[in-house]
C-alpha cells in the first residue's frame, strides 16, 4: 500500500506547477505524513487474535480478503488524487490571488510613472529599443552582406489552426479581423507586446491609441488592420511581404515581439492568385531562416494530424528543433473528437511528429465564437484544464497546458536568446559601418556624411534664406518689371481696341469719346484682373530667380530637385487677396479719367513712348508683310531663295494696293466691294488669279504698315505741340489726342505698379514665405517625399552609413542594459523548458 501511494502521489505532483514550490512541498510533506503513519500504526491485520488469523487462513477467507484490499486500495488512492487535485486548486487561486494583487501594484506604479511624464524624461523602455532596431532593420538595404540576425517570435500554422487565437490571447485582446475559414492574415503584422499602465495598441507611423478596453477602439483596430493588409496587397496577389507595426502596451504583458505570418495552406483556391500557396511558403521561410528567430509551431489540436503541413516546412528550417516551441490548439475540441487520449499525449511528448521542439504547449482558445472576451476565454481554459482526465490520466503536466504558461515560457526563450545574439550583431553592424566609412572617404573625401534627414535641414535654410531675400527686393526693381510686365500683356489691346479704332474717327471729339468708352469697359471688365496676374506672375519669376540661381561656385544641385518641387507646391497653394481687384480698379479708373499733362516733360515721355509703341507695331507689321509676300530681290539675289507661287501672287496683290494708298493717303480702313472688285480685275488683266478674300487679308496689312507710317510722323509734329495743349489752342494740324491718351496709359501703368508693389512687399511676399515655411514642414514629415526629392549614390551611401551607425548603437546600448544579464542566482519567473 505504501509502495502505491508513493508511486501515486508524483504523478499527481506531477500535474502542478513545477514553480510552485509550495505546491510541491505539500506533495513531499504528504508522502512523509503517509511513511510516520505506516511506521507508528501498524495494520489491523496484525492487531487480531490466533482464531482470527487462522480463520483468515482458510482459501474462502483469503479470496475475500484479497478482494476487500484491491477495492480499498483503488478508493484510497481516487480520494488520495482527488485531495492532491483540490490542493492544487486552493494553492493555484492562491498564486492567482497574489499575482493579481502584484498587477494593481505594478499598475499603480506605472501609472505615477506616466504622470510624471511632462515633470522629467523617461528613458525608452528594453522592449521599445529592441521593437524600433527590428523596424529600422525591416527597411535597411542588406547590401553590405550584414543579415538581421536578431530574435522574435515567428507564429506560423495552418490556415485557421488558431495563431491568431493564441496571439490575441497572449496580447489579452481580441486585435486582429476574423473570419470563417477564410483568409484573414494576408500580410505578416509585428506585435511589440510591453507593460504599461493601460492597455493601449498604436501603429509605427500613427500617433493614434486604441484602447483595448474599448469595444469602439478594438473595432476600430481590427478594421484599420485590415484595412492596412488590403492596401499592402498589390494587384492581382492574395499576400504581401510588407509588415505592418503595432505596439501594444497593457499590465501584465509579457514583454517580447511576436510577428503573425499568414497561414500555410495546400491548395490554392478560387480568388487567390495562382502563387499564393509559393508566396507563403517563400515569406514564412523568410522569417523562419534567421538562426536566431523562435519559431511558433500552430498546430490545430481538432484536425488530424497527417494533415498538418506546417510541422514538415518547420522540421526542414529547425531540424534540431533548438528554436521551435510547440503549440496544440482547440485540445477541447480534440478531447471529445479524439478516440484515444494517448494520441495527444504522443502529441505534446514530441513522438508523433518527426519536428523536435524545445517545449511543448497545449492550449484552448474559446469555444469559436468571435464574441467572446479574452476574459471569458481564460475562464473557460482554466475550467477545462481542471476538469479535464488529461491532467487526472497524468498525460500532460501542468506547466504544458494554458496560453498563460506559453506566454512565460515565449517571453522567457525570447530574452534568452536576445541575450545571445545581441553583442554578436552589433560587432557585424560595426564592421559594416567601416566598410561604409572607407567608401565614402574614398568617394568623397572633402564632404560630410550628411544623411537625407540633415540635407533636408541644410536645404531648408537655403530655402528660407532665398525666400527671405524677396523682400531686399528694391521699390523701384519691382515697379520697373511690374510696369514692363504689364504693358506687355495689355498693350495688343490697347493698339488694336482702343487706339485704331478710335483713330479713324473725323474729329477729336469723337476721338475723345470712343476713348473714354472702351477704357471705361477695359476697366471695369478686363485691367484688374489682368494687373494682378501680372502681379502674380512677377512674383512667381522673381521667386524662382532666387531659388535657381547659384550664388557661388560651391553650389550643390543635390537640392536642385527638393528646391524645384518647394517652390512649385508654394506657388500652387498661394491665392492672391481677393479684394485686390476692386480696390485696384477704383485707382485705375481715377489715374485713366485724368487728362491734364502738368508739364512738358511729361509730354515728351508721352511722345516717347507712343513712338516706341508704334515703331515696335510697325516691325511686327513689316515682318508680317514680308512673310505675306516672300523675301525681296536682295534677299533672292544674296541667298539663292524664290517665293512661293501664293507668295507671288500676295506680292502682286500688295503691289497694286499701294498704288491704290498713294492715289488717296487719306483713304479709310476698310476696302469698298467696287475697290475689291477693280483691284481683282487688274489683276487678272495681268494674269494674275485672285481670291476678294486674299485682296482684304493683304489691305488689312497694307493699310497697317501706312497708318503707323502717318502716326510716327504725327509723333514727330507734336513734340511742338504742348504749347498748344497747355493754351487750349485749337489747331487741326496738331491735334495730339493721340499723345494724351498714351499719357494716360502711361500714368495708369506707374499707379498700377505702385500698388501692386505695395501689396507684394506689404503682403503677398510675406504669405508665400508662409506657404514656403508650411511646404518645408509638410515635406519633413514625408519621408516618401525627401526619398523621391533627395537621390543619388551620395545620398544613399551616407543614408546607409546614418542607418549603420544608429543601429550599431542602439544594439551596443541594448548590451549594456541590467536586464540582459541577471544577476546569478536568478531565477525568471515561468517557466524553464
Known amino acids: 500500500m505504501r509502495q502505491l501511494k508513493m ?25 512523509q505524513n503517509e511513511e510516520e503513519c505506516a511506521v507508528l500504526s501498524p495494520p489491523s491485520s496484525f492487531a487480531g487474535s490466533p482464531g482470527d488469523t487462522a480463520f483468515r487462513a482458510t482459501d474462502q477467507g483469503s479470496d475475500r480478503e484479497k478482494q476487500f484490499k484491491k477495492a480499498s486500495d483503488k478508493e484510497k488512492v481516487d480520494q488520495l488524487q482527488e485531495e492532491l487535485l483540490r490542493t492544487q486548486l486552493k494553492y493555484q487561486r492562491m498564486l492567482e490571488r497574489l499575482e493579481k494583487e502584484n498587477k494593481e501594484l505594478r499598475k499603480i506604479v506605472l501609472q505615477r510613472d506616466d504622470k510624471g511624464i511632462h515633470q522629467r524624461k523617461l528613458k525608452k523602455s528594453l522592449i521599445d529599443m529592441y521593437s524600433e532596431v527590428l523596424d529600422t532593420l525591416s527597411d535597411y538595404d542588406a547590401s553590405y552582406n550584414t543579415h538581421d540576425h536578431l530574435p522574435r517570435v515567428v507564429v506560423v500554422g495552418d490556415q485557421s489552426a488558431g495563431k491568431t487565437s493564441v496571439l490575441e490571447m ?51 483596430l481590427r478594421n484599420e488592420i485590415e484595412i492596412r493588409m488590403r492596401k499592402s496587397v498589390s494587384e492581382g496577389c492574395t499576400v504581401s511581404a510588407e509588415t505592418i507595426s503595432l505596439s501594444v502596451k497593457g499590465p501584465g504583458l509579457q514583454r517580447m515581439v511576436l510577428v503573425d505570418l499568414p497561414g500555410v495552406i495546400s491548395t490554392v483556391t478560387s480568388g487567390m492568385a495562382p502563387d499564393t500557396k509559393e508566396t507563403i511558403f517563400s515569406i514564412s521561410k523568410a522569417y523562419m531562416q534567421n538562426p536566431n528567430a523562435i519559431i511558433l509551431c500552430i498546430q490545430d489540436g481538432s484536425v488530424d494530424a497527417e494533415r498538418s503541413i506546417v510541422t514538415d516546412l518547420v522540421s526542414q528550417m529547425d531540424p534540431q528543433g533548438k528554436r521551435t516551441i510547440f503549440v496544440l490548439t482547440k485540445v477541447d475540441l480534440a478531447e471529445k473528437n479524439v478516440a484515444s487520449p494517448s494520441r495527444i499525449q504522443q502529441i505534446i511528448e514530441g513522438k508523433l511528429f518527426p519536428m523536435k521542439a524545445l517545449g511543448y504547449f497545449a492550449v484552448v482558445t474559446g469555444k469559436g465564437n468571435t464574441s467572446e472576451s479574452i476574459e471569458s476565454i481564460k475562464e473557460y481554459e482554466e475550467e477545462f484544464f481542471q476538469n479535464s482526465k488529461l491532467l487526472k490520466n497524468c498525460m500532460l503536466k501542468a506547466h504544458q497546458v494554458t496560453t498563460r504558461n506559453l506566454s512565460l515560457a515565449v517571453s522567457d526563450c525570447f530574452w534568452k536568446m536576445v541575450r545571445e545574439s545581441v553583442e554578436q550583431q552589433a560587432d557585424a553592424f560595426k564592421a559594416t559601418r567601416f566598410n561604409l566609412e572607407t567608401e565614402w572617404k574614398n568617394n568623397y573625401p572633402r564632404l ?94 522673381e521667386f524662382s530667380r532666387f531659388m535657381t540661381e547659384e550664388k557661388s561656385k560651391e553650389h550643390d544641385d543635390i537640392f536642385d530637385k527638393l528646391k524645384q518641387a518647394v517652390k512649385e507646391e508654394s506657388i500652387k497653394r498661394h491665392k492672391w487677396n481677393e479684394g485686390a481687384e476692386d480696390s485696384l480698379r477704383v485707382i485705375q479708373h481715377n489715374a485713366l479719367e485724368d487728362r ?33 509676300v516672300g523675301p525681296d530681290w536682295k534677299k533672292r539675289w544674296l541667298y539663292w531663295v524664290g517665293r512661293s507661287k501664293e507668295q507671288s501672287i500676295r506680292n502682286e496683290t500688295k503691289n497694286e494696293l499701294e498704288k491704290m494708298m498713294r492715289c488717296n493717303d487719306e483713304h479709310p480702313a476698310y476696302l469698298a466691294n467696287d475697290e475689291v472688285t477693280t483691284v481683282r480685275k487688274n489683276l487678272e488683266a495681268r494674269g494674275v488669279a485672285v481670291d476678294p478674300c ?78 514656403v515655411k508650411e511646404v518645408l514642414e509638410d515635406f519633413a514629415e514625408d519621408c516618401e517625399k525627401k526619398m523621391k526629392l533627395l537621390t543619388g549614390k551620395r545620398v544613399q551611401l551616407a543614408e546607409d552609413l546614418s542607418l549603420c551607425c544608429n543601429i550599431q548603437w542602439t544594439l551596443s546600448h541594448l548590451g549594456c542594459f541590467p536586464a540582459l544579464h541577471p544577476k546569478k542566482g536568478f531565477r525568471a519567473t515561468f517557466p524553464v523548458l
Not at 204 to 219: P, V, W
Not at 473 to 494: G, Y
Not at 724 to 746: G, T
Open 448 to 541: 560630410r556624411e550628411l544623411d537625407r534627414n540633415e540635407l533636408f535641414e541644410k536645404a531648408k535654410n537655403e530655402i528660407l534664406d532665398e525666400v527671405i531675400s524677396l523682400s531686399q527686393v528694391t521699390p523701384k526693381h519691382w515697379e520697373d518689371m511690374l510696369q514692363q510686365s504689364l504693358w506687355e500683356r495689355v498693350s495688343t489691346h490697347v493698339i488694336e481696341n482702343i487706339y485704331l479704332p478710335a483713330a479713324q474717327t473725323m474729329n477729336s471729339g469723337t476721338f475723345n469719346t470712343t476713348v473714354d468708352i472702351k477704357l471705361k469697359q477695359w476697366t471695369d471688365k478686363q485691367l484688374p484682373n489682368k494687373a494682378v496676374e501680372v502681379a502674380w506672375g512677377t512674383l512667381q519669376e
Open 694 to 771: 486674299l485682296i482684304k487679308d493683304t489691305w488689312h496689312q497694307v493699310y497697317r504698315r501706312h497708318f503707323l507710317k502717318n502716326a510716327l510722323g504725327h509723333c514727330n509734329l507734336c513734340r511742338r505741340g504742348f504749347y498748344y495743349y497747355q493754351r487750349h489752342f485749337v489747331d487741326s494740324e496738331l491735334e495730339c489726342n493721340d499723345v494724351v491718351l498714351f499719357w494716360r496709359i502711361q500714368r495708369m501703368l506707374a499707379i498700377t505698379a505702385n500698388t501692386l508693389r505695395q501689396q507684394l512687399t506689404n503682403t503677398e511676399v510675406r504669405r508665400l514665405e508662409k506657404n
Open 170 to 220: 497572449i496580447a489579452q485582446a481580441r486585435i486582429f479581423p476574423r473570419g470563417s475559414g477564410e483568409m484573414m492574415t494576408r500580410s505578416p503584422v509585428k506585435v511589440t507586446l510591453s507593460e504599461g499602465p493601460h492597455h493601449v495598441a498604436l501603429f509605427k507611423d500613427s500617433s493614434r491609441e486604441f484602447d483595448l478596453t474599448k469595444k469602439e477602439d478594438l473595432a476600430a
Open 596 to 628: 491734364s499733362i502738368s508739364d512738358k516733360q511729361q509730354w515728351d515721355a508721352a511722345i516717347q513712348f507712343m513712338e516706341e509703341t508704334l515703331r515696335s507695331r510697325l516691325k511686327d507689321t513689316e515682318s508680317v508683310i514680308e512673310d505675306m
Open 7 to 31: 508511486a501515486v502521489v508524483p504523478c499527481i505532483c506531477a500535474v502542478l506547477a513545477p514553480e510552485s514550490l509550495l505546491v510541491s512541498s505539500l506533495c513531499l510533506f504528504a508522502v
